[in-house]
């Protein structure tokens, strides 16, 4: 079945330090992939998406780009902020049949001044 | 705000007890989900519905059931409540599949004591 496999956290950094979380997925066919950033209280809300292979998705200064071969979508920062503490998830999506959103463990990020 | 109303927003109750949370959307969206997110289990699908009275089953179901008796509102049912229930329960709604965005609710923490 579908799966997503994220790097554990907490991810700890100081501010406009370069940021990585690892997203490696499982899937057959040609899954869209998604980030999605949770703030403490909230919901989830959508940071980026890439719906084929090599394509780049970004937003507020994080991308990630769909690795086909490598089965990953990496997210990075290359300067990241107090504001960006939260929690990451990676998800997939197939693109046939019912296209159930399925998401990852999370990786928290905190970010000292 | 993509429309979408959790209730209650936190709740106590005790073992065996039946629970009702309610989704309500402003949105017409087809596609409901109610996903748990657990520590170290990021979020797990637990029904999906992809029209009035169209629901499924998710990975983690059992003990609970869902019903959709009109496009605005996707109700999530604990029929006898345990403490292995205890979770953040989050609905998300998605106006279309595969690559599509989903938006999700506040949440509803609830506690089974």
């Known amino acids: 079945g579908n799966s997503v496999t994220q790097m554990e956290g907490p991810v700890t950094l100081s501010e406009e330090a370069f940021l990585t979380i690892n997203c490696t997925y499982t899937?057959?066919?040609?899954?869209?992939l998604f980030w999605y950033v949770q703030y403490p209280g909230e919901g989830l809300q959508l940071l980026l998406k890439a719906t084929k292979a090599d394509d780049k998705g970004s937003n507020k200064g994080f991308e990630a780009t769909y690795r086909k071969e490598t089965t990953s979508f990496h997210l990075e920062k290359g300067s990241v902020q107090v504001s960006d503490s939260a929690v990451y998830f990676c998800?997939?999506?197939?693109?046939?049949?019912?296209?159930?959103?399925?998401f990852g463990t999370g990786t928290r990020l905190l970010v000292s001044p | 705000d993509a429309g979408i109303t959790q209730s209650p927003r936190h709740k106590v109750t005790e073992t065996g007890t039946p629970v009702t949370l309610r989704c309500h959307q402003t949105?017409?969206?087809?596609?409901m989900y109610w996903y748990r997110q657990d520590p170290g289990h990021g979020l797990r699908l637990i029904h999906y519905s992809y029209g009035v009275k169209d629901t499924d089953k998710g990975e983690v179901s059992d003990g609970y059931s869902v019903s959709r008796s009109k496009t605005e509102d996707f109700l999530l049912t604990l029929e006898s409540a345990t403490s292995s229930q205890t979770s953040v329960y989050f609905c998300a709604i998605r106006p279309g599949t595969g690559n599509t965005e989903a938006f999700f609710g506040q949440g509803t923490r609830l506690t089974v004591v």
């Open positions: 899937a057959t066919g040609y899954p869209s």
């Open positions: 949105e017409n969206h087809r596609y």
């Open positions: 998800a997939l999506s197939q693109n046939t049949g019912f296209q159930k959103l399925v």
